[in-house]
């Protein structure tokens, strides 16, 4: 079990560097809902540092998951790709665990004020470059699961990004 666990893990990283598509997961409603579940915990904990406690940082990431299941499904539906909304949808919350993973300790970095030091403006470089990451990855996985090109993954992509920072700070408090 172990073994398959690590593969799987493996997997996600692989989705993240762009080596593997989505179709590369099993279509699994476990799957489903152990990545999006802990999609939901790692951005609670990363959120929580920009969103101004934990409450408001669950409530926000269960948003932001469920506009990107929503749209997922809508997309697919478009196109006519229904069967593959678990294995898309797997792909999207486990990339999204990995990033936030990799964000954790670039916010701490950072730190209250950024500016104050050489670390806090070297955390924001690296927030920014994983801010790119993820919508880079967000893309491939779209690509591959709505069966189009990279430019348009990537065009779905920043439009995301824009609609739910729009979304975000219009129903929250943002510092």
């Known amino acids: 079990m172990f073994a398959a666990v690590k593969r799987l893990i493996y997997r996600f990283v692989e989705i993240c560097l762009l080596r593997a598509p989505p179709q590369a997961l099993p279509a699994s409603g476990f799957l489903l809902w152990l ?7 790692s951005g609670t904990l ?3 540092f920009r969103v101004g406690g934990m409450d408001t940082a669950l409530v926000a990431q269960a948003l932001e998951l469920l506009a990107l299941a929503l749209l997922l499904r809508a997309g697919l539906a478009v196109r006519g790709h229904r069967g593959r909304f678990t294995q898309a949808a797997s792909a999207l919350f486990g990339s999204v665990v990995v990033i936030n993973l990799a964000l954790l300790p670039v916010q701490l970095m ?3 004020d950024p500016a104050a030091s050489f670390i806090g403006q070297l955390g924001v470089l690296l927030f920014l470059l994983l801010l790119v990451w993820s919508l880079v990855v ?5 690509r591959h699961a709505l069966d189009t090109d990279f430019v348009v993954g ?9 609609f739910m920072n729009w979304l975000v700070q219009l129903l929250f408090t943002v510092p």
């Open 154 to 162: 990537s065009l779905f992509s920043i439009g995301y990004f824009l």
């Open 138 to 142: 967000l893309a491939h996985i779209l």
């Open 35 to 41: 990545t999006a579940l802990l999609a939901l915990l």
């Open 46 to 48: 990363a959120g929580g």
């Open 110 to 112: 950072m730190g209250a």
